[in-house]
């Protein structure tokens, strides 16, 4: 333990303001926590590593870690991270986002940029609702649930993150939750190493919003939750239909990855600007 | 191809063209956009040409928004970048404008003007994204928002934007009309050397010792390229020097005061006119965009009928050229503002007006140009 505490910290930015602004119970700082522990065993150099948040409470995580940090608009974070990969393809790019922030206001984004295969981890945090805001539903919110503007429970269908990522085309795909936190850690260093989009979602805990609202005594019991829900994949796929409406698959949902658009686009370039140079000297 | 291009020194090209000349003539090695008439040649220019350019990048991205959410990230990560659109794109990116003037990314929007609102008249020009291009995102802030009344122009005008860019850490907007983008006449390319191109300042303090948004003299920082070694975080919240979020009232005084001040300060760098014909003139017009020419025009049938006329071609609209203005003002009893909507410009003229002059509008808004002859009349009417 102590020697997670100590890794932390060479991560943290000793200069910003603490206290966070994470709430007691929010699985937000364990999300970042594994993506820390698996930046680190990755070796991956602080310069070279750029984290590029949305808004929300996922898009105030950022600014506590020492790597190159972008808080973008909300819903935006692809948008700015797509600039940054193909501008410069050497830096590992990671998209932080928040459920809202990636379906609702970025679908639009999150659904292109994995059309495109650009290079970037893209990472949801998803904790089924709007909780910067005080708790409204988001398109993650489950069918039935309580929110301060579905006061009748949620009657809309909400969005499968790992579904939506398999139909735009991720090349890699996984699921975990803040109460599996080395599984996420083993997840997130997967992700950082293939190319083209990937992306993991992670299911996290808003106690303060979602659990009050949706008979969750206290966070302890979210987390005990997420922890008889979630099913590993390959034993998911076997249980009966009813067993699988009453839980949901973590682990990897496909690991295919193919070249990120920004290698195929510099080696596009390379082949027609020696083309060029090649007539130039004939 | 593009070597055959580049030894070309005069073409024949539209307005649109001349953007992309005048980009690549910059040092623009990133272009992300969206399809949008009429200024989709902007970024077909780019598409065909940025592969031949050493690590030049073009991206079509799925919206306006995201085209400028693609070159703020390319700007931080240390390219040159632009984005160009038209009305309804342009409405789009007003998210990102407001987010970019407050990282301080330096980059150029370009706005090809066309029939609004809404989806308007998409083949037509208009100027009715004028006060948008200054007041358009949300929130007080300062801009530098320019034109171009031809193709010469546009290229020479794209050059400036980009210097303004990166000398004033800033989204700088050119404004055209769909008449400027699509006319086609003749275009001299100059060479690279004859044009002044200025980059952004990076940072000279070792990395541990980088305050990212130090105010200093210029109120202007430094800023390194992502990935440089220099790490910091930037954001779209108000921040302090260290660019950490704030809500503290002195340091959110001191950022928002130094984002104007940097660019007010240097208001004589900035605001670029052309006078002609005005020392003398006892009747004086001011113009933008494809106008201008028109209004020369005017200007020269109204002296040959014995009114001594004068034109203020404005080519910086924003920060709005006071000093140039105030001189016509001064010294011209009349003045005609004629523009393609229902007085956008000449709100500002007539806000700095001051009792001094009697200032006349001519305002079309049926995605027609405005002719000499509709100049003309109030130049010789006293």
Not at chain 2, 96 to 125: F, Q
Not at chain 2, 210 to 215: I, N
Request: hydrophobic share 40%; glycine share 10%; with cysteine.
């Amino acid at each position: 333990m102590a020697a997670i505490t100590e890794l932390i910290h060479d991560y943290l930015r000793h200069n910003k303001k603490f206290p966070h602004v994470l709430c007691a119970g929010c699985g937000h700082g364990i999300v970042l926590g594994a993506l820390i522990r698996s930046i680190h065993s990755l070796g991956l150099s602080k310069d070279d590593v750029v984290l590029v948040a949305g808004i929300g409470c996922s898009g105030r995580v950022a600014v506590y870690v020492d790597f190159n940090t972008v808080h973008t608009c909300h819903g935006r974070a692809l948008t700015v991270a797509t600039g940054i990969k193909m501008a410069n393809p050497k830096l590992k790019v990671i998209a932080l986002m928040g459920d809202g922030d990636a379906l609702a206001i970025g679908g639009n984004h999150f659904i292109h940029a994995a059309r495109r295969n650009i290079g970037i981890t893209a990472l949801v945090l998803n904790n089924s609702i709007y909780g910067m805001t005080g708790g409204q539903a988001s398109p993650a919110s489950p069918t039935g649930s309580m929110s301060t503007t579905t006061p009748l429970g949620q009657l809309e269908r909400s969005f499968d993150v790992v579904d939506l990522g398999l139909a735009c085309g991720a090349g890699y795909v996984a699921r975990a939750t803040a109460m599996h936190a080395l599984l996420l850690g083993k997840l997130l260093e997967e992700a950082l190493t293939r190319p083209g989009f990937c992306l993991v979602e992670v299911r996290t805990p808003c106690p303060t919003q979602y659990g009050r609202k949706n008979g969750f005594k206290t966070a302890v019991e979210m987390y005990r939750w997420y922890k008889e829900r979630a099913v590993k994949r390959e034993r998911w796929d076997s249980l009966p239909e009813d067993q699988r409406a009453q839980s949901f698959p973590i682990g990897v949902f496909r690991d295919a990855p193919q070249p990120g658009l920004e290698e195929r686009y510099y080696a596009a370039c390379s082949r027609v600007q020696e083309k060029t140079s090649c007539q130039q000297s004939q | 191809m593009a070597s055959k291009k580049r030894s070309r020194k005069e073409l024949f090209a539209q307005g649109n063209d001349a953007v992309v000349e005048g980009a690549l003539l910059s040092g623009c090695t990133f272009y992300a956009g969206y399809p949008i008439t009429p200024s989709t040649e902007i970024a077909e220019g780019m598409a065909a040409r940025l592969p031949y350019v050493p690590d030049g990048v073009f991206i079509q991205m799925e919206d306006e928004i995201a085209s400028l959410g693609a070159a703020i990230g390319a700007s931080l990560a240390g390219r040159k970048a632009m984005t160009a659109t038209s009305g309804p794109g342009f409405s789009l990116m007003q998210e990102h404008i407001g987010y970019a003037c407050m990282v301080e990314a330096p980059l150029v929007i370009v706005n090809v003007m066309r029939g609004g609102p809404s989806t308007g008249l998409p083949t037509s020009p208009a100027q009715g994204d004028v006060q948008q291009a200054r007041w358009g995102t949300h929130g007080d802030h300062s801009i530098i928002v320019l034109s171009a009344s031809n193709v010469q122009e546009c290229l020479e005008m794209t050059v400036t934007a980009f210097n303004f860019a990166e000398k004033y850490r800033t989204p700088v907007i050119l404004l055209l009309d769909e008449v400027t983008a699509h006319t086609r006449e003749r275009l001299v390319i100059p060479e690279a050397g004859e044009v002044e191109i200025l980059s952004r300042v990076a940072p000279s303090m070792p990395p541990e010792w980088y305050v990212p948004y130090e105010d200093g003299l210029r109120g202007v920082p430094p800023m390194p390229a992502m990935g440089s070694g220099y790490r910091y975080h930037v954001t779209g919240l108000t921040h302090d020097r260290n660019g950490f979020p704030t809500s503290r009232p002195d340091e959110v005084q001191a950022l928002i005061s130094r984002q104007f001040r940097k660019i007010d300060q240097f208001f004589y760098d900035i605001q670029l006119t052309e006078s002609y014909l005005c020392d003398d003139a006892e009747v004086a017009v001011v113009a933008y965009g494809c106008v201008a020419r028109s209004a020369r025009l005017a200007v020269d049938l109204a002296r040959e009928q014995g009114v001594r006329a004068g034109l203020l071609h404005l080519k910086t609209l924003f920060p709005f050229p006071r000093p140039a203005v105030e001189a016509v003002l001064r010294t011209c009893p009349r003045v005609v503002v004629p523009e393609m909507n229902m007085g956008q410009i000449s709100r500002e003229v007539k806000r700095v007006n001051n009792g001094l002059a009697a200032v006349r509008t001519v305002n079309r808004i049926d995605g027609q140009i405005i002719t000499p002859q509709e100049i003309l009349k109030p130049l010789l009417r006293g």
